[in-house]
């Protein structure tokens, strides 16, 4: 290339001035830019962005400057133009951020510089005020703009302008330091490899254009120096990266300084052991233990839960963390499960964990993936976004499986195993089969996840190759499975959230209806395991078991009916106390007996362990009414057996108000797997299916919390 990307965008500069400079202006007027004309950042293939400036007290020139543009019309230049004076700029600005937003570039071109002058100074003391005000609807243009557009750190053909830590958001940056929220972060130099890129982007491609695909890439690479396009995909990379931290950190400010100026005394609560919302950021308690460093986990899942920011000193904190053990213990395991299983927030969370040099402390196999570009053309991210991406579909599902926590451990690790030279689903089930024995899953866990990472593949081949009616086809599906209906419908799911973040057309309505059948066929041929009564031991009113090996609290309860079941668990969740599994069951003449395994935030477990003040809680009585919950996706089914399935999101209170909506119960079962509420319940005498299920997902998903008995045994 003759011209460097400079020289490009100085020479489309000059042309566009000079054609502007031919505009013949109404007296007492000014003209001014905005966009890339103003910000010298013009490719031959560039809009122009122009207002005519007219004083407050002047005529009205709207409808008489329609030929004022003709010169820049005659030049086949695409203009957006617009007549205003500088209180109409300013009540703009005022009134709606992101048109405030489009005109903080605005420059003097030419006529009343004093004119010009009074709309930048209208224009910016507008701003200040409608960017304190209006803050949150600000950044949630700016959320809804990376969530269409995506990080340009993770497309194979990322969007240069309009991705996260692309061009508009060096923009954002400013635009917030405008508005005195945060200071302007040094990332010329990032912002300059981006602009140059785009800027021979629209040489290659001869038109304006954004997304940076491979056939250009090359050209591209070679232009500015680099030995190949896949070096020129790194230097982009990480200059993205380092713009995406430069907007995490501003908007972190900018935050803490909208919510000083507010007068709202920031709140402290706590998440977790050591972990605490200070404000709208999460951080550290006065004195955390850092020898913990399942620490790094508590916070991360908070994050992942609560969808906080984590403050960046706590960042420094959790770097100087000690590794983590080989064999990690039971807490840790729910909080890793807790980062995969939200579906606004997962990505957010691993992503920050990954620049801090923390995620391959939990993942040790996430390096060789990293920016890894894959070699299949149907791939719109990396194989390390594609994967986070499968995670999170798979989280929007995942109150539809009975096993959520291992069905994000294979998203997690399906295409993990690229990059080594061997079938990818392979190592991937090596990869997969070590993290789940530092999770210290057992045996039958392991061997499940390790089988649908092995054959992720499996159901899209066959559904290409066979008939999916065929025996044939229902038998490779049961072959694949090793007979297990767990994993089939692990499978079933996993197969189309891979494809569907794969890219667009990858996952089609043909392929659905072949998987869909031929899963539905193989699960048929297997008769499914029915739950059973659980074994309860209650010798007290209530009481505590500690199982110091497994770090495992347990609170055991006996109760004369089953409405009395809201004191325990209004208590439980009075101490702060989570419910990671419960087995509840009926006794003679309406008797109800309880465990409930329990993992505590607020306080370390052998603090918790303290039978005589649980004992005493009880008994004063104080402790009858559960919290309210917030509605959260819920699904409720009966199985065989007449058992009700409900799979929920985990809050504190769920179980109560869950119990709260159901007639007289023979037993229950409950677990929590990640962040993923799973309880299975068999009734007592007659009840209707129907009325049961609507129940359910009024106390779960309508809100109220508060659900509509069914039964005259209910818990009220």
């Known amino acids: 290339m003759d011209s460097s990307p400079a020289q490009v965008r100085a020479r489309a500069h000059a042309a566009a001035a000079a054609v502007v400079g031919q505009l013949h202006l109404p007296p007492g007027s000014a003209l001014a830019a905005t966009g890339s004309f103003a910000r010298q950042e013009m490719t031959p293939h560039s809009d122009i962005d122009l207002i005519l400036l007219v004083p407050d007290a002047g005529p009205d020139l709207a409808d008489s400057v329609d030929g004022l543009w003709r010169p820049v019309w005659d030049a086949k230049y695409h203009l957006d133009f617009a007549v205003r004076t500088p209180q109409e700029c300013a009540a703009i600005a005022l009134e709606d951020s992101s048109a405030g937003f489009a005109q903080l570039d605005l420059r003097f071109i030419a006529g009343d510089r004093p004119l010009c002058e009074q709309a930048r100074a209208a224009l910016l003391g507008a701003w200040r005020r409608q960017i304190q005000r209006g803050f949150d609807g600000f950044i949630d243009t700016a959320i809804a703009r990376w969530h269409r557009s995506g990080r340009v750190a993770a497309m194979t053909n990322p969007d240069l302008k309009n991705g996260r830590g692309g061009l508009r958001d060096v923009q954002l940056l400013k635009a917030l330091a405008l508005g005195n929220l945060c200071d302007m972060p040094d990332v010329r130099a990032h912002h300059q490899l981006l602009l140059d890129v785009r800027t021979l982007l629209h040489v290659h491609a001869r038109r304006h254009r954004d997304t940076l695909d491979p056939e250009f890439a090359a050209e591209i690479a070679h232009d500015l120096g680099f ?21 995490e950190s501003g908007l972190a400010t900018a935050r803490a300084v909208v919510h000083r100026r507010g007068g709202r005394q920031a709140p402290r609560r706590p998440l977790d052991i050591d972990v605490i919302d200070a404000g709208g950021s999460i951080m550290l308690s006065r004195r955390p233990d850092l020898s913990d460093p399942w620490l790094l986990t508590r916070v991360a899942a908070a994050s992942a839960r609560t969808g906080l920011p984590i403050a960046q000193a706590t960042w420094e904190q959790l770097c100087a963390l000690p590794a983590p053990t080989q064999l990690w213990p039971r807490a840790a395991v729910d909080d890793f ?8 927030h997962t990505g957010r969370v691993i992503g920050e964990l990954d620049a801090h040099g923390l995620w391959e402390r939990l993942v040790p196999d996430w390096g060789p993936i990293r920016g890894l570009l894959p070699r299949e053309r149907t791939h719109t991210h990396s194989v390390d976004h594609h ?57 039958a866990d392991r061997s499940r996840v390790q089988t649908i990472v092995a054959e992720h593949t499996t159901l899209a081949r066959l559904a290409a ?29 996993l197969a189309k959230a891979d494809a569907q973040a794969t890219g667009p057309g990858v996952w089609t309505r043909g392929m659905e209806a072949a998987m869909e059948q031929m899963c539905q066929r193989a699960l048929e041929f297997l008769r499914p395991v029915i739950p059973v009564r659980p074994h309860v031991v209650a010798p007290e009113d209530i009481g505590l078991r500690m199982d110091w090996e497994h770090q495992q609290l347990t609170v055991y309860w006996r109760g004369s009916y089953q409405r009395e079941l809201v004191r325990p668990l209004a208590l439980i969740a009075a101490m702060g106390w989570t419910v990671v599994g419960s087995r509840l069951v009926a006794g003679p003449h309406g008797t109800f007996r309880g465990e409930f395994d329990i993992r505590t935030v607020q306080q370390s477990l052998a603090d918790a ?60 079962r ?47």
């Not at 030995?227 to 907007?247: F, K, P």
């Not at 579909?393 to 030279?421: N, S």
């Not at 044939?472 to 799911?493: E, F, G, K, M």
């Open 465 to 493: 190759r066979l008939d999916p009616a065929s025996d044939a086809a229902r038998d490779a599906v049961l072959d694949a499975a090793q007979y297990d209906p767990l994993t089939i419908t692990l499978l079933r799911v």
């Open 337 to 344: 499960f807790s980062i995969l299983s939200s579906p606004e």
């Open 387 to 443: 994967c986070i991406n499968t995670v999170i579909r798979c989280a929007q599902r995942r109150t539809e499986v009975a096993r959520p926590d291992l069905l994000l451990l294979a998203a997690l690790f399906h295409d993990m195993g690229k990059g080594y030279g061997r079938p990818h689903a392979q190592v991937g089930a090596e990869l997969v089969t070590r993290q789940a024995a530092r999770m210290r899953l057992n045996l």
């Open 227 to 247: 030995n190949d396009r896949y070096q020129l995909t790194a230097a982009v990379v990480s200059a993205a990266t380092a713009i995406e931290r430069a907007v």
């Open 670 to 716: 409950h677990e929590v797997l990640g962040a993923t509420m799973i309880v299975h319940v068999q009734f007592r005498g007659e009840y209707e299916r129907v009325a049961i299920v609507q129940a359910v997902m009024r106390a779960l998903a309508g809100g109220s919390g508060a659900g509509s008995p069914v039964g005259p045994g209910s818990l009220r």
């Open 609 to 668: 362990a303290d039978a005589a003040r649980l004992a005493q809680s009880y008994a004063s009585g104080t402790y009858s009414v559960l919290p309210p919950i917030a509605p959260e996706p819920t699904t409720a089914v009966f199985d065989r057996g007449g058992i009700l399935v409900v799979r929920t999101v985990e809050r504190v209170a769920a179980l109560g108000h869950l119990l709260g909506a159901l007639p007289d119960v023979e037993w229950v």
